[in-house]
């Protein structure tokens, strides 16, 4: 199965500062803002919500190809998704910019002081999937440049590429008429509550609208809560995801990716809707037990064993087994 997984490419960079911002602002001097916090903390972390997803993707065994665009910067971040068995050729590097940055300082009241920097991002509009060679059996539009969210699901339908639509996070900046346009003819759309509630709102699009858009399922994401599927003849059969509980909770950033992997990991086999979101959850939980979208690991042999001992042998166990 060749899947394409498109959407931003970046670094994180997290800072933590050993004292309180609000005690180095002075409210008679917001005239004019210049605040400099010397931290002690910093740790660089790879993110972007296309490697994180085509991550956990080939930890489950595919070699996911990734599209998108990254600056100067990108080298050692090529090197290592390679290692990691992520098909890096349609990365297209920008040499003149940065990859896409996120800049976060955050104080001991857990107040955060923040910046993104779209550098290379800003370019994935120029990547078409016109010019890929292999023809794709499953693609995924992420989180990326605004004009690249709008092209690619256009492109997917031109050419008879079933997507999974994936505006998140995005939902908020992506115009009205482009998350319509999206959504119309996606095989999925796959969104969080609030994203869903915010996609109703901006699109003036009904429950009825959003799964008659759709070919086959609407997927709510609903943190602790697990997921809703809603498939079927019009999407109006639901089918409830219980969520997998970790083993302590470390942090949550890239958990609704990794979702995501296992979801497409599932659709690759062939499984039925329940498996896949059993897929997705698993490989989500995974990610809230450790520090970054892109620290976790297993062998598929742990995760069919820990699949087994939360939801028993069931499609999903018996493929995975299987080979
Ligand atoms: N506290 C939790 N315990 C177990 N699983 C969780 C928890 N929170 C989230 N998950 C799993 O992660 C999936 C995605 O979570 P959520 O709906 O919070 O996505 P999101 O808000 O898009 O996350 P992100 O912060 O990555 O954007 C859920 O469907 C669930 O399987
Ligand atoms: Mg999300």
Redesign the pocket.
Known sequence: MNIVVTGSIAYDYLMRFPGDFLDHVKPDRLQKLSLSFLVDEMVKQRGGCAPNIAYSLALLGERPLLMGTAGQDFGDYRAWLEEQGVDTSAVKVVPEVFTASFFVTTDQDLNQIASFYTGAMAFARTLSFHDLAAPVDLAIVSPNDPEAMDKYPRECRALGIPYIYDP??QTVRISAESLRDGVVGADILI?????YELFKDRTAMTDDDIRRAVKRAVI????????AIWVGEGRNEKIV??????DG?MD????????RAGLMKGLALGLPWEACGRL???A??Y??ETTG?QTHHYSIAEFVARYRSVFGDDAATAALSGG
Do not use: C, H, K, R
């Open positions: 998140s996070q969104v969080n509550d609030y994203e709510v994401t609903l943190g602790a809560e697990g997921a995801i219980p969520a997998v509980t970790p909770i949550p950033t890239g958990i609704g990716d990794a979702f997705g959850s698993l989500a939980t990610v809230l979208p």
